[in-house]
Nanobody, 119 residues
Framework: QVQLVESGGGLVQAGGSLRLSCAAS????????MGWYRQAPGKQRELVAT???????NYADSVKGRFTISRDNAKNTVYLQMNNLNPEDTAVYYC?????????????WGQGTQVTVSS
């Protein structure tokens, strides 16, 4: 059974940095696209960044130049380095992975980690 475990959230002042991690457990898996999403109170979940198995990245306009997504395929882990944070970045951050098991692909979500940016 595959599980995604997130870590790295917390409270930070505006202008500060945080690094999120999300690791997938399970054997015999192959991970395609990995991504980070966030959901602020009263708002819909939105895409933050994605990275393909080939390393192609995509970012929401609101985080371009401040956030960097990366992955370590040997560790089945995706990272989100967040710099120059502002209060509008406050949200629960979720990782998502498209994981192939045998001949089928499945979407998995992490449990979410809270990021709070104070002004």
């Amino acid at each position: 059974q595959v599980q995604l475990v997130e870590s790295g959230g917390g409270l930070v002042q505006a202008g500060g940095s945080l690094r999120l991690s999300c690791a997938a457990s399970g054997s015999g898996i192959s991970i395609n696209t990995m991504g980070w999403y966030r959901q602020a109170p009263g708002k819909q979940r939105e895409l933050v960044a994605t990275i393909t198995s080939g390393g192609t990245t995509n970012y929401a306009d609101s985080v371009k130049g401040r956030f960097t997504i990366s992955r370590d395929n040997a560790k089945n882990t995706v990272y989100l380095q967040m710099n120059n944070l502002n209060p509008e970045d406050t949200a629960v951050y979720y990782c998502k992975m498209n994981i192939q098991i045998s001949v089928r692909s499945y979407l998995y979500w992490g449990q979410g980690t809270q990021v709070t940016v104070s002004s």
